[in-house]
């Protein structure tokens, strides 16, 4: 089982850039394909990006791709979404997810789940 808690939200200007990181528990971080997702009131949780279990390789939404990096650092059981070039449409809860399932864009497809961090991007 995998613990996982999301840190680095917060409040930024539009245009402007914000790390959010998601530290996992336990031994096995190395083995799990990480995701991170994002939801707004009244909405589905969307899919933002995805990092398979080495970092070699990731995909993003089309929405965020080109500004957005998920990067990974198995020693300290640590996934990272680097966000620059915000945009006021990019305000919502941030949530990353553990999975097994590389590439997956699917939220029934990963097994745990963070408590999110609120970003909020002012116009």
């Known amino acids: 089982q995998v613990q996982l808690v999301e840190n680095g939200g917060g409040l930024v200007q539009a245009g402007g850039s914000l790390r959010v990181s998601c530290a996992a528990s336990?031994?096995?971080?190395?083995?799990?394909?990480m995701g991170w997702f994002r939801q707004v009131p009244g909405k589905k949780r969307e899919f933002v990006g995805t990092?398979?279990?080495?970092?070699?390789?990731?995909d993003y939404a089309d929405s965020v791709k080109g500004r957005f990096t998920i990067s990974r650092d198995n020693a300290k059981n640590t996934v990272y979404l680097q966000m620059n070039s915000l945009k006021p449409e990019d305000t919502a809860v941030y949530y990353c997810?553990?999975?097994?399932?590389?590439?997956?864009?699917?939220?029934?497809?990963?097994?745990?789940w963070g408590q999110g961090t609120q970003v909020t991007v002012s116009s």
């Open positions: 990092i398979n279990r080495s970092g070699s390789s990731t």
């Open positions: 997810a553990a999975g097994s399932i590389a590439g997956s864009p699917h939220v029934p497809e990963y097994d745990y």
């Open positions: 336990g031994r096995t971080f190395r083995g799990y394909v």
